[in-house]
């Protein structure tokens, strides 16, 4: 009896595990999650345009060379060159592509072989982009500029220019001083031992500088006496002042032409060299190659536009009731100028010759006082006007930072002195 109920257990058992097996084989499987990875294509990008579908060329303009020209060598139909000119007017005057610039083009990779863009390059900050693929079409792109900020000091043994060269700076920098420092040094009279020290921001592309965007402030010791020059922004229009807050612009420019040499003073004897004798020269005479550009060195009215034998071509501006300025000898008069015209200071208003009775080229520049030849370099101009005075706390704020950080600068003496960032 006990072994019946024994075996009738194992019998119970064994047909328990039989239908959990049956059971579970009977049940559906599960689908294992399937994970769906997309490949991402990275497109290389250049002016908007995917490098990646292409064929890239680069070039640079040869002389006398035009966009018409150039196109036509990647067989464009001439239909959408003149769409191309036409679309770009208000962007870029295609007429004007220099020689020396890059230009890019991206052909198609079929057999055709079709120019699909063409990128010329205005400046290294500025681009226009042509799109041939489709309909024309014309973009002007600008490449990202990233400011840094720079100092820049020395002691002139020869020149101002050649200081800043040693040092490996932007020439560009040359030009703004002269043009910040225009109305209080005379920079045709630099002598050794004159000082400077720069804060300024240099431009940068792709990591490569390409030019100064503005002095912030300056120290220039010049002549025993220190001239600061302090950056300002009102109404939306950088200045330079000084340390009193007075603006460094005056009525008047220094010269009239830029980067030249002073080649004969104002005198009252001076051996002429075409007549041979001494006589008054009452001007100053700067020599500069035919064709240097000639600046009004203030506001004023052309009185006079005309030729003579002595005078050559000239020009005689009158400024305000007190001065008037004279220009001598010029190769050609500016475009537009005549009498009655106004100008303005800094304007062009001819080129450098050596018409009349001159030999060599230059401007004899004159200068006229109360309707008396004066010295030009010898006359006090006031300042024009200073800080307005409801910035002038804001002003003094900045002007203290910057003549602080200007006094921390060492001048430097050594040759080939790298310039360091801030």
Not at 134 to 150: N, R
Not at 156 to 176: C, H, R, T
Not at 398 to 408: F, S
Request: charged share 25%.
């Amino acid at each position: 009896m006990k072994n019946s109920k024994v075996f009738t257990l194992i019998i119970s058992g064994l047909l328990l595990v039989l239908f959990i097996i049956t059971t579970t084989s009977n049940k559906p499987k599960e689908t294992p999650a399937i994970i769906i990875v997309k490949s991402v294509k990275k497109i290389n990008t250049e002016f908007g345009i995917d490098t990646s579908a292409v064929v890239k060329q680069i070039h640079s303009v040869k002389r006398n060379e035009t966009l018409s020209k150039i196109l036509l060598k990647y067989k464009t139909p001439y239909n959408k060159i003149y769409q191309a000119q036409i679309l770009s007017k208000n962007l870029f005057d295609l007429r004007k592509i220099i020689y020396g610039h890059k230009y890019y083009s991206y052909s198609s990779t079929d057999n055709s072989n079709s120019l699909q863009y063409f990128v010329y390059e205005i400046s290294p900050i500025d681009y226009l982009v042509i799109n041939f693929k489709d309909t024309v079409s014309v973009d002007l792109i600008h490449k990202k500029i990233v400011l840094k900020k720079k100092i820049v000091s020395g002691v002139i043994k020869n020149s101002l220019y050649m200081s800043l060269a040693e040092q490996n700076v932007d020439p560009g920098l040359v030009i703004n001083l002269s043009e910040i420092y225009a109305w209080q040094i005379d920079f045709y009279r630099i002598m050794e031992g004159d000082k400077y020290k720069v804060i300024y921001e240099e431009k940068y592309v792709d990591d490569k500088p390409v030019g100064i965007n503005k002095i912030i402030g300056a120290e220039f010791f010049h002549r025993k006496e220190n001239y600061y020059a302090i950056n300002y922004k009102t109404n939306n229009k950088n200045e330079y002042y000084d340390e009193k807050g007075n603006s460094l612009q005056k009525t008047f420019l220094k010269a009239p032409i830029k980067f030249s040499r002073i080649s004969s003073r104002f005198t009252y004897r001076r051996f002429h060299p075409v007549q041979k004798r001494y006589k008054a020269h009452l001007g100053t005479d700067y020599a500069a190659p035919q064709g240097t550009p000639i600046h009004a060195v203030g506001d004023g009215i052309i009185i006079t536009a005309a030729y003579s034998k002595y005078n050559g071509r000239y020009i005689k501006v009158k400024h305000n009731g007190t001065y008037s300025t004279q220009y001598l000898h010029m190769y050609k008069i500016a475009s537009g100028i005549r009498p009655g015209v106004k100008v303005k200071q800094g304007q062009i208003i001819g080129y450098v010759g050596h018409t009349g009775l001159a030999r060599g080229n230059h401007v004899c520049f004159r200068f006229w006082k109360n309707g008396q030849q004066v010295n030009p370099l010898k006359q006090k101009i006031p300042a024009s006007k200073p800080i307005v005075k409801k910035y002038l706390d804001d002003f003094n704020r900045l002007k203290e930072k910057i003549i602080t950080e200007l006094k921390n600068i060492d001048f430097v003496e050594n040759n080939n002195t790298s310039t360091a960032s801030l």
